[in-house]
């Protein structure tokens, strides 16, 4: 069992940044493969992005790539979501979601493990 923590989200203007953390309770955390899921209002939840448990490979959704990058800390069990340029339309919920192991995936039924979610609007 892993707990998912993110922080970081809030409101920011169009064109600015911001950088989400998904910090993990265990070690052993070094072995799962993170991913960033964001969900809008009155949208499914979709994947944005994610990054193997060597942290070397990462895979982005089509409408971040570019903008956002993802990393990871395993150190301090935690992967960072760096979001630039952003975006009215980048306004959502954004969740982190571990799996061990494996290869990075789009689809949310292959993760186990999921955090509470953050916040982040972006203003026009």
């Known amino acids: 069992q892993v707990q998912l923590v993110e922080s970081g989200g809030g409101l920011v203007q169009a064109g600015g940044s911001l950088r989400l953390s998904c910090a993990a309770s265990?070690?052993?955390?070094?072995?799962?493969?993170i991913a960033w899921f964001r969900q809008a209002p009155g949208k499914d939840r979709e994947f944005v992005g994610g990054?193997?448990?060597?942290?070397?490979?990462?895979n982005y959704a089509n409408s971040v790539k570019g903008r956002f990058t993802i990393s990871r800390d395993n150190a301090k069990n935690t992967v960072y979501l760096q979001m630039n340029s952003l975006k009215p339309e980048d306004t959502a919920v954004y969740y982190c979601a571990g799996k061990r192991f494996g290869s990075i995936t789009t689809w949310q039924g292959s993760y186990d493990y999921w955090g509470q979610g953050t916040q982040v609007t972006v203003s026009s």
């Open positions: 990054i193997t448990w060597t942290g070397g490979e990462t």
């Open positions: 265990r070690r052993t955390f070094s072995t799962y493969v």
